[in-house]
């Protein structure tokens, strides 16, 4: 927790990276796209259900930092900074009312071929079929219990989960406290606990 | 009851989030407590399994796709190219002042009348019908222009056009092309259009411009203030 208080924006290689795209380094952006892009397209689609949309969300999130070069100043990690930016953009993808994602949407997809949704399950190859079946359950009701709860845990939980984000880094994007996401976390947590029950019910602890 | 006072801490625990002798008193409790031990394991097996799902990996022209917005953005920004729509509208204007080809105006008088025609959506005035002074000349225009009160009976129509600055939206309309060219089969086309064959020259174009849902609205739009005529 101390070396997080003496961290300064300036210690982080990719705010050195953001920087020198604003000296005119291009290749230093498309270094940051490469580095972040599928996360942002990971994130966002975990947040809006469809690949899509998240890719063209992540599209916008990335022309964003690039209209923002001359104005940007280092005042946090830029993974924090883009991702606020790319919470920004779903929530307004959500609230703009255009998009829609039924549940069924995350149903098991073995009957639509190509779907996207297969990306979404664990490789189990090599793992009997009852198995495989059960990760295709987990990763379906996951999505569905990702999309009842509400946007500020959805998000808490996929940074600190997926990204490895600290609550520090999280109040960051959220415009929070540490202790609010703390709550945050939490509260996504019991509901995916609740909403997994008889599946953790079923494993030998 | 001291579980349910450890246990919304019990996933901050476990992200190693807890000031040390918070964690150390959760660590404690948990020594002694099979519930909140068994608790925290399911919290990890959540963790775990949200973990495990696979991270989304984008599709093959995602990459693409984004450099090739970027360079379209980059060239709109640095060169604010001249679209299709608002070329030939510069051209139309260039062509209405540049008055010494007189030939001209019969087919620009009769496209003027079509163009409010199409916008109003009912018959306007003819070239050939007496004129109201709706508008006054502009001073700019030369002397046999002046002439030709017909011509500027719908200045108003070409005016408000002047504040159309979504060309390229209505460019991209995608509209049904199979009437494109069938100009036989309109109904209340001025006949006085029919004779004359310059004025089919953009016909697609203000076909498109007719059908354009939001026209009205894109007519509200404030003038940008520039001149509309060009002397």
Known sequence: MEQKERFTPHDDPDVQLMLRFQQGEMEAFQQLFHKYSPSVVNFAFRFLGTQARAEEIAQEVFLQVYRWQKRYEPKAKFSTWLFKIAHNHCLNEVRKGEYRVSLESFDPPEDREGDERERNLPDTTSAKGEDILAAKEAAARIQRILHRIPESQRTALLLSRMEGMSYQEVAEVLGSTEKAVKSLVFRATQSLKEGLRDMLDSYDL | MICETIKPHLVAYRDGELSEQDRSRVTAHLNACPACTREEKQLGRVEEMLINLERITPSPDFAATFWHR???????????????????????????????????????????????????GRPTTTPTSPVQPAVQVVAAVPPPVAKEPGLFVNYNVLAELDKLNHFDEIAAVQLPGAHDTELANEENLPPELLKDPSFFVHYPILKKMEELKDLETVLDLPAKGDEHIRG
């Open chain 2, 70 to 120: 970027l360079e379209q953005e980059g060239q709109s920004s640095q060169e604010q190219p001249e679209s299709r729509l608002a070329r030939w509208w510069r051209g139309l204007r260039e062509d209405l002042t540049s008055w010494q080809w007189t030939p001209a105006l019969a087919g620009a008088a009769s496209l003027l009348v079509f163009l409010s025609y199409m916008l109003t």
